[in-house]
T-cell receptor, first 114, second 114 residues
Framework: AQSVAQPEDQVNVAEGNPLTVKCTYS??????LFWYVQYPNRGLQFLLK??????LVKGSYGFEAEFNKSQTSFHLKKPSALVSDSALYFC????????????FGGGTRLMVKP | DADVTQTPRNRITKTGKRIMLECSQT?????MYWYRQDPGLGLRLIYY???????NKGEISDGYSVSRQAQAKFSLSLESAIPNQTALYFC?????????????FGEGSRLTVL
């Protein structure tokens, strides 16, 4: 069975500072990894994905994530946070040929203070 | 217009009532999903459908049923609603042709069962 853990319920960061939202996963096989963002009263929006290749993946709105196979992690990062980045962030994992199902983490609320 | 549209966006009902949540999409995707979001639990899969004749149970299907009326329409029913079905429900689609599993979400239907 595949699983995803987001160890922090909330991350607080000052505007302009770098941010990291953590994600670790457990799968059998090579994972496809995703980050989604949810703004208030909205559905989830795709940010970025790792399928294969370069471990550093760049996505929307200046976000990036680093795939670390040895640590089974896929942390979301941004060099300089904006107040508008405040939202709920979800990490998700899928194992190819395992039913095409995404398994989501519990979510991390990012609060960026001015 | 949104590619994935859910109706109603908000619904308050009473225990024992039958409720239907509807989802329609204009993305032309064969695969459709219903997820439930609860605080701290992330998104959990209720049912999914890979085409009109294919319906599959997800992680938490008890108390729910679905109908795939057409490629573009996938509805979720609660035959006899109970308070612990109070949650935010999301419909999503994916394109099997990309083989990445990326999901495209509607804006959610907030259901409150009193």
């Amino acid at each position: 069975a595949q699983s995803v853990a987001q160890p922090e319920d909330q991350v607080n960061v000052a505007e302009g500072n770098p941010l990291t939202v953590k994600c670790t996963y457990s799968v059998s096989g090579n994972p496809y990894l995703f980050w989604y963002v949810q703004y208030p009263n909205r559905g989830l929006q795709f940010l970025l994905k790792y399928i294969t290749g370069d471990n550093l993946v760049k996505g929307s709105y200046g976000f990036e994530a680093e795939f670390n196979k040895s640590q089974t992690s896929f942390h979301l990062k941004k060099p300089s946070a904006l107040v508008s980045d405040s939202a709920l962030y979800f990490c998700a994992v899928r194992v190819p040929n395992a039913g095409n199902m995404l398994t989501f983490g519990g979510g991390t609320r990012l609060m960026v203070k001015p | 217009d949104a590619d994935v549209t859910q109706t109603p966006r908000n619904r308050i009902t009473k225990t024992g009532k039958r409720i239907m949540l509807e989802c329609s999409q204009t993305k032309g995707h064969d695969r459709m999903y219903w997820y439930r979001q609860d605080p701290g639990l992330g998104l959990r899969l209720i049912y999914y459908s890979f085409d009109v004749k294919d319906i599959n149970k997800g992680e938490i299907s008890d108390g729910y049923s679905v109908s795939r009326q057409a490629q573009a329409k996938f509805s979720l029913s609660l035959e006899s609603a109970i308070p612990n079905q109070t949650a935010l429900y999301f419909c999503a689609t994916s394109d099997p042709g990309t083989n990445t599993g990326e999901l495209f979400f509607g804006e959610g239907s907030r259901l409150t069962v009193l």
